[in-house]
């Protein structure tokens, strides 16, 4: 069984690389909150566009953790344009590949373009050292138009979509970057049966009544990088207080050690991240709009290599149109006879979750191939006449523990100190899921910890599900609020500049156009925190990595408004990340979802540098005072080098202008640096992102180096001055 679904698994592989070229469609990345989401002009969400559509920060860095979705509609008894006669009629993106030439396109407005996105302010421009980080703006259907968002969204795309059904689709897609509303993005879409099939303005199905439509999303999601995980759902018994289809993380058999939250070796728990699609709204019928909390009535798990469901409608056949239908009508029980969740609310078929089955892992199911995917349907509704709509909103939301107490247990589970979170007692009670309850030995001792110090972790890991349940609360509040939540001042443009004795961050005014506005704060991280080096070099929690405020000013502050900071705390020759929020006085604020008013900020990630800034120092006073940094440079002592950029020598106090000819012992040529910045510093590694490899590219291996400093006048002219320096690389 298991070679019969690599060989599908390959066939899916396959059939995206043909039909990728018809899924030409145009995206927009929403970068706002801590939750960033890649969102098509044409909707669709498949495989074939790239595998990530969401990703979410953790460890200063924001990791994809959305493989892909599908959004499938289906109805009965369908004649085309053509007068061809379907029992079943699928439309919409399929969960691998997708077609937007006849399936599912986007449609261009009276100035040809197929998206419009809309922002509460302009974005801010980030720059460092001359260099702008961030993504042009505006650009092509970008536009500054807080009267055309819905509610108080920071950003908002729109989007019209036809269909071969005749079903076209408004696609809003909602964003903010205050605290509470940072960790989702809301999928707002209003259906309505037009009758139009394909790309013109005429009608061609103009009675087209659809019969018994349905409506279905899937979701995969990847969010646990050391591992597989367990994809389930909630909301389906009354009392439930979230509908919601997740992942968190899983335990995978063959494995001699504890994986779970992937913290291994590490001494960090690097997987401690959940992910969700939360339903936020299904009409209860054409007629009356309001929320069916009964709906979806229909959830069920299946492999990546059902190709009925993964290959786009327009390539399969009736009897894969039935199939799918099939599904969205009884869930997967049709296919493998999954048995059906009990207490569910009347009339709904939801299959049991594969986390609630008395599996131990997700392996031990011979039709379970790499990472699940999940689904809901909604349905039927019996008529659809032209003109008529339904509105559909749902959520992607994402949720962890805190990066630092990841650090923090994850150092006291490798000690032996760790303690279970308040209200949890070994064999009394806990938040573990079902398959821990019935398979203690999950967190048995084994050759990293006692079983109790392995419980206590996972009962760590799994208080990331209350935060991605109440980041899911918080949207669906949002929603019923009609998207009307409070909001902070507007970020300001943001530029830092490396100089000697200090780095300048200088800051916009931009934000002292709200009202409310109060005052300014500026945030500082080391090391590498964009490129999320830190977790795989250094096994200690060092708290610089996290970003600490070092500046304020304005109301209720000890320094007056200002636009400028000198950072003159940083040390020579590490990389420092910097951003600028600023924040109000809190007294014409509305209650948020939590019924409180209290201050707001702009956000964190919307003026962050992703370029490193330096301190550096004046030039040395003559040739003999130059230093290379570390010397020796040792690969395996990372932690003494330079944080979260381990491949980094310093050559410390040159002149302000030379050359440096880096040489092997043997006298070849490896490295030629030219020093320009009038500093007295200069770096061979992470800088220039060189990382230590010769001129022709390549790895540099251990041995005694010679450096030969050439000392030149600004114009880049000679001086005639020259000194040699000695340092050894060990790897």
């Known amino acids: 069984m298991k070679k019969i679904s690599i060989i599908m698994a390959l066939c899916v592989i396959l059939s995206v690389f043909v039909y990728n070229t018809a899924d030409a469609g145009a995206f927009q990345w929403l970068k706002v909150g801590k939750l960033h989401v890649k969102v098509w002009d044409n909707g669709h969400e498949s495989q074939a566009n790239g595998n990530d559509f969401a990703s979410y920060y953790f460890y200063h860095a924001y990791r994809n953790w959305h493989r892909g979705s599908s959004l499938r509609m289906g109805a009965r008894d369908f004649t085309d344009q053509n007068g061809v006669y379907w029992p079943v009629k699928l439309a919409g993106m399929a969960h691998d590949v997708a077609d937007e030439v006849v399936n599912m ?119 646990n990088r050391e591992e597989v995980e367990w994809m389930t759902w909630d909301g389906c018994r009354p009392g439930e207080p979230l509908r919601i289809m997740y992942s968190y993380p899983a335990r995978q058999s063959g494995h001699s050690w504890d994986r779970f939250g992937g913290a291994r070796e590490w001494g960090c728990l690097r997987g401690p991240i959940f992910g969700g699609e939360v339903v936020v709204n299904v009409p209860t019928s054409v007629d009356n709009p309001t929320n069916d909390q009964s709906k979806p009535n229909v959830h069920y798990v299946r492999g990546p290599d059902d190709l009925a469901f993964s290959h786009s409608s327009e390539t399969k056949g009736p009897s894969d149109h039935i199939l799918v239908y099939d599904v969205m009508q009884q869930g997967y029980n049709v296919v493998r006879g999954t048995p059906y969740m009990e207490g569910t609310y009347p009339g709904t078929l939801h299959d049991m979750p594969h986390d609630e089955r008395g599996g131990k892992f997700l392996d031990d199911d011979d039709w379970w191939f790499w990472h699940e995917v999940v689904g809901n349907s909604s349905g039927p509704y019996p008529e659809i006449k032209i003109g008529e709509s339904l509105r559909f909103v749902w959520a992607y939301v994402g949720g962890s523990i805190s990066p630092e107490m990841a650090w923090i247990k994850g150092g006291e589970w490798i000690n032996g100190t760790i303690e279970p979170p308040e209200g949890n007692v070994l064999g009394v009670s806990d938040n573990l899921p079902k398959q821990y309850k019935n398979h203690p030995d999950l967190y048995a001792t084994d050759a990293l910890a006692s079983e109790y110090y392995n419980w206590a972790k996972d009962c760590w890991i799994m208080t990331g599900k209350d935060s991605l349940f109440q980041n899911g609360i918080n949207a669906v509040k949002n929603f019923q609020n009609d998207y009307n939540v409070p909001t902070g001042p507007p970020p300001p443009s943001i530029e830092v500049n490396s100089k000697p004795d200090k780095i300048e961050i200088n800051w916009g005014s931009e934000s002292e156009t709200a009202s409310d506005f ?200 000679s001086t005639g001055n020259t000194h040699f320096v000695k340092f050894v690389i060990v790897r």
């Not at 259906?191 to 013109?200: A, E, F, H, I, M």
């Not at 130059?626 to 990372?638: D, H, K, L, M, Q």
């Open 105 to 223: 396109f986007p449609r261009e407005d009276a100035e040809f373009l197929t998206f419009r996105r809309y922002t509460r302010y302009a974005l801010p421009t980030i720059k460092v050292d001359g260099f702008f980080m961030n993504d042009p703006f505006p650009q092509a259907g970008d536009e500054v138009a807080p009267d055309k968002i819905l509610g108080t969204a920071d950003m908002m795309f729109e989007s019209h979509i036809g269909t071969w059904m005749g079903v076209d689709i408004h696609q809003r897609v909602l964003v903010w970057s205050q605290r509470n509303h940072d960790d989702y993005a809301i999928y707002d879409m209003t259906l309505t049966n037009t009758g139009n099939v394909d790309r013109d303005e005429e009608i061609e199905l103009p009675d087209n009544t659809l019969l018994d439509f349905y409506f279905l999303r899937e979701a995969q999601f990847f969010v």
């Open 518 to 717: 109060a005052g300014y704060r500026v945030f500082r991280a080391e090391g590498r925190p964009g490129l999320n080096y830190n977790i795989y070099y250094d096994r200690e929690y060092h708290p610089e990595y996290s970003w600490k405020m070092i500046f304020e000013c304005g109301d209720g502050t000890a320094n007056a408004l200002t636009h400028s900071h000198a950072d003159a705390t940083a040390d020579r020759a590490k990389a420092y990340f910097y951003y600028v929020i600023a924040f109000d006085d809190g007294i014409g604020n509305i209650a948020d979802v939590n019924g409180k008013i209290e201050s707001l900020e702009s956000g964190e990630s919307l003026n962050m540098t992703t370029r490193a800034a330096y301190l550096t120092r004046a030039p040395g006073a003559k040739l003999s005072d130059i230093r290379v940094v570390p010397n020796p440079f040792n690969i395996g002592a990372e932690e003494l080098q330079y944080p979260g950029e381990e491949l980094k020598i310093m050559f410390l106090d040159v002149p302000g202008y030379c050359t440096i000819k880096i040489y092997s012992e043997s006298g070849d040529l490896v490295q030629t640096l030219e020093h320009t910045d009038g500093s007295g510093d200069q770096s061979w590694g992470d800088i220039g992102d060189e990382h230590l490899v010769t001129e022709t590219g390549q790895v540099i291996v251990s041995g005694i180096y010679i450096a030969v400093i050439e000392e030149n006048n600004a114009d880049g002219t």
